[in-house]
């Protein structure tokens, strides 16, 4: 069954840090683009990072620059979001997604919603930063 599997989420407080997994079953993730979204309540999910098949290429929403990283691991089949100095604001429902198309671009990916649309999307993780 091809799918993909979010895990590490939970409860963070502000300032504190968590890291996500992606991990794909079925399929390998290595000829892909990949991309981290998230959803809040009551709004629209908007893409956070996005990383080329090399992993050479990144993007990053403005709100989570300098705060965020993302990296892949081939060799795991595994994608990582890691999460520093989070805020309140970072409370969401984390996703990740993959765009097989050949012509996908990070930013085209996480900003317009990739070439075609996502391949595959995982169920999700919730994040909740609070005291």
């Known amino acids: 069954q091809l799918q993909l599997v979010e895990s590490g989420g939970g409860l963070a407080q502000p300032g504190g840090s968590l890291r996500l997994s992606c991990a794909a079953s079925?399929?390998?993730?290595?000829?892909?683009?990949i991309g981290w979204f998230r959803q809040a309540p009551g709004k629209e999910r908007e893409g956070v990072s996005c990383v080329s098949s090399s992993g050479g290429s990144r993007w990053y929403a403005d709100s989570v620059k300098g705060r965020f990283t993302i990296s892949r691991d081939n060799a795991k089949n595994t994608v990582y979001l890691q999460m520093n100095s989070l805020k309140s604001e970072d409370t969401a429902v984390y996703y990740c997604?993959?765009?097989?198309?050949?012509?996908?671009?990070?930013?085209?990916?996480?900003?317009?919603?990739?070439?075609?649309?996502?391949?595959?999307w995982g169920k999700g993780t919730l994040v909740t930063v609070s005291s």
């Open positions: 079925g399929f390998t993730l290595d000829y892909y683009t």
């Open positions: 997604a993959v765009d097989r198309n050949k012509f996908a671009t990070v930013q085209g990916m996480c900003v317009r919603g990739g070439v075609l649309g996502m391949d595959y």
